[in-house]
């Protein structure tokens, strides 16, 4: 089963508070990010259809939370910590 490591990607994709490494794993792009302060990427995606990134999203967000903006609204994903105090 193929694997991608953020320390085994040589080149880094860097912006104003933004720095993603990228991997191909099968028919996936894998990217590890991490976003200093918050951004708004819309702008990017001007000339796609709907204005929009037209790829699906899976991933886990591991500190504050990522808002995708999509034709059919907003969907906001954010890290949930659960109380493990008496387990």
Do not use: W
Not at 4 to 10: G, L, P, R, T
Not at 31 to 48: C, I, K, M, Q, R
Request: charged share 25%; with cysteine.
């Amino acid at each position: 089963m193929p694997k991608a490591n953020k320390n085994d990607i040589a080149e880094p994709v860097t912006g104003p508070g933004f720095e993603g490494r990228y991997a191909e794993l099968l028919e996936y792009t894998v990217g590890f990010e991490t976003h200093e302060a918050e951004s708004d990427l819309t702008p990017l995606f001007v000339g796609l259809p709907d204005d929009a990134c037209q790829c699906g999203h899976l991933g886990y967000v591991l500190k504050g939370s990522i808002t995708y903006k999509t034709a059919k609204g907003d969907e906001t994903m954010s890290i949930v910590v659960n109380n493990l105090e008496g387990m």
